[in-house]
């Protein structure tokens, strides 16, 4: 079984300073990683994911993402946060392979930009 | 655009009550999934379904049953609702990989009273 902890529930930081979202997962099997955003009344959608290949993986409104096999990590960052950044972003994991495999998410961390 | 649509935003229903959440997906996947969303517990699956009929329970499906009668459509089921089932309830769809994105809908804050 797969596991996500982002020990971080909350992070407030000010507009235009960078900011990095912690995810750490455990495994006992290859897996793919994900990071979700939920805007505030929305559902989830997906900010990037790793698949393969590159351990720095770019995704949408200027986000990245570092895979680090040998410490079980998937930090999230961001250079430059903008207030519409304020949202909650969930950490996810799937093992690989298999077409029945499912997610499993942290507890999320709420991300409070202000000015 | 890809869509995943849920019957309701917001519903509220007394205890002991059926309460049927509908979701339907418009991007024939293969894969649909609900999950409860609660504050400091994340995104817990209930209920997942692979095809057509086939359902798999997920960490936490005490409380739940789901229908998958067309491919679209799939229908989470609390049978007799109960206060501690008060939550926000998520759906989502992805296509038969697992490298596939996965799209949610838009959620359904259920409360029981």
């Known amino acids: 079984a797969q596991s996500v902890t982002q020990l971080d529930s909350q992070v407030p930081v000010f507009e235009e300073a960078p900011v990095e979202l912690r995810c750490n997962y455990s495994s006992s099997v290859s897996v793919y990683l994900f990071w979700y955003v939920q805007y505030p009344n929305q559902g989830l959608q997906l900010l990037l994911k790793?698949?393969?290949?590159?351990?720095l993986v770019k995704g949408i409104n200027g986000f990245e993402a570092e895979f680090n096999k040998s410490q079980t990590s998937f930090h999230l960052r961001k250079p430059s946060v903008h207030i519409s950044d304020t949202a909650e972003y969930f950490c996810a994991v799937s093992r690989t392979g298999g077409t029945a495999s499912k997610l499993t998410f942290g507890t999320g961390t709420r991300l409070q930009v202000t000015l | 655009d890809v869509k995943v649509t849920q019957s309701s935003r917001y519903l509220v229903k007394r205890t002991g009550e059926k309460v049927f959440l509908e979701c339907v997906q418009d991007?024939?996947?293969?894969?649909m999934f609900w999950y409860r969303q609660d504050p400091g517990l994340g995104l817990r699956l209930i209920y997942f379904?692979?095809?057509?009929?086939?359902?798999e329970k997920g960490d936490i499906p005490e409380g739940y049953s789901v229908s998958r009668e067309k491919k679209e459509r799939f229908s989470l089921i609390l049978e007799s609702a109960s206060t501690n089932q008060t939550s926000m309830y998520l759906c989502a769809s992805r296509g038969a990989a697992s490298t596939d994105t996965q799209y949610f809908g838009p959620g359904t804050r259920l409360t029981v009273l």
């Open positions: 790793y698949l393969s290949g590159s351990t």
């Open positions: 379904s692979y095809d057509v009929k086939m359902k």
């Open positions: 991007m024939d996947h293969e894969n």
